[in-house]
């Protein structure tokens, strides 16, 4: 299994930017986008299920949507913030119930 993200970027504070991560499998698997900022543990930022349903964190509520079409799934980012810099990983859940599959983090910097 391969998780290929992509859309990582410079951005000023304010702007958008739209993740992606496409698995190289079908699936219908729990996926997710974690981040992890400078100093600061990775986090969970939203989730996605294979019906579409999403769970957004705190954190970016109001500002980040998730979504998902079959194999890939999109993080839309707005109103950025210098706040959101850091590394965004896409993750998809495993026969244990937990995020097993990883893909290669995505640098998203947002100037203030």
């Known amino acids: 299994v391969q998780l290929q993200a992509s859309g990582g970027g410079f951005v000023q504070a304010g702007g958008s930017l739209t993740l992606s991560c496409e698995v190289n499998?079908?699936?219908?698997?729990?996926m997710g986008w974690h981040r992890q900022a400078p100093g600061k543990e990775r986090e969970l930022v939203a989730t996605v299920t294979w019906t579409g349903r999403q769970d957004i964190s705190d954190a970016v509520k109001g500002r980040f949507t998730i979504s998902r079409d079959r194999n890939t799934i999109y993080l839309q980012m707005k109103s950025l913030k210098a706040e959101d810099t850091g590394v965004y990983y896409c993750a998809m859940h495993g026969p244990r119930n937990e995020y097993e599959y990883w893909g290669e983090g995505t640098l998203v910097t947002v100037s203030s």
């Open positions: 499998v079908h699936n219908t698997m729990l």
